[in-house]
């Protein structure tokens, strides 16, 4: 989750913006109540939210999951996307960021869609697994600490459907990845990941410049 944008070109990027269709009334002011706080700088930019929506849309996505909740801004968005039978396992270690946000849910009546897991979310995901949920989620969203995208990644894989969308987030950490003098044990988690993404066979993957970079995967 960012705000922060690897386009740099200010004009450029609200000029993408201002031509990216709108979110919902309650998702932008979930939004602008997100950016007053301190945090602010941790939540997922609008036009990435969008983007999420829509491959949600396109592979007509019903059972979710979500790494990572924070704010609660992606789940919203993640939750408007699917229809009204559709449900997102929202995971976080925490809710301490969330109780004074979970109204905005209800007010987009997408309450009822959202199972709120507050755990470490590699234990909810191998819950999962172990409840033979594996092979049944058409998309994931992998937006959290950063020290645990492989054994998210790996977890991911095995509960997504063939077919299935896995989004992972922050992939660029605003550049520091293609930084060799940046070797911090976060960034070098980071670049694991992309390579071994990159490297696994049992995917199609792209990695996109968009917000602080995501990669998009699809099971074979």
Excluded at 58 to 71: C, M, P, Q, S, Y
Excluded at 205 to 214: C, E, K, N, R, T
Aim: charged letters at 25%; glycine letters at 4%.
């Amino acid at each position: 989750m960012s705000l922060d944008t690897l386009l740099k070109e200010q004009a450029l990027h609200q000029y993408i913006l201002d031509n990216t269709p709108t979110n919902s009334n309650i998702q932008k002011k979930l939004f602008e109540h997100a950016r007053q706080d301190q945090h602010a700088q941790m939540i997922t930019a609008p036009e990435q939210l969008h983007f999420m929506q829509l491959l949600i849309r396109l592979i007509n996505a019903k059972k979710t999951i979500e790494v990572g909740v924070f704010r609660g801004v992606g789940t919203l968005a993640i939750a408007e996307a699917l229809p009204q039978d559709g449900i997102v396992y929202a995971c976080d270690v925490t809710d301490e960021y969330l109780n004074e946000y979970k109204t905005f849910w209800h007010q987009a009546n997408v309450a009822h869609k959202i199972q709120l897991k507050i755990a470490p979310a590699s234990d909810t995901l191998q819950l999962l697994i172990d409840q033979n949920e594996g092979n049944s989620f058409d998309f994931i969203y992998i937006d959290a600490d950063k020290g645990g995208y492989l054994d998210y990644y790996a977890k991911s894989y095995k509960l997504l459907k063939t077919n299935g969308i896995m989004v992972l987030d922050n992939m660029l950490r605003n550049g520091k990845v293609a930084d060799p003098n940046v070797v911090n044990e976060s960034i070098q988690t980071t670049r694991e990941v992309n390579q071994m993404i990159k490297d696994d066979q049992r995917v199609d993957a792209s990695l996109l410049p968009i917000g602080d970079g995501v990669t998009i995967v699809r099971k074979k």
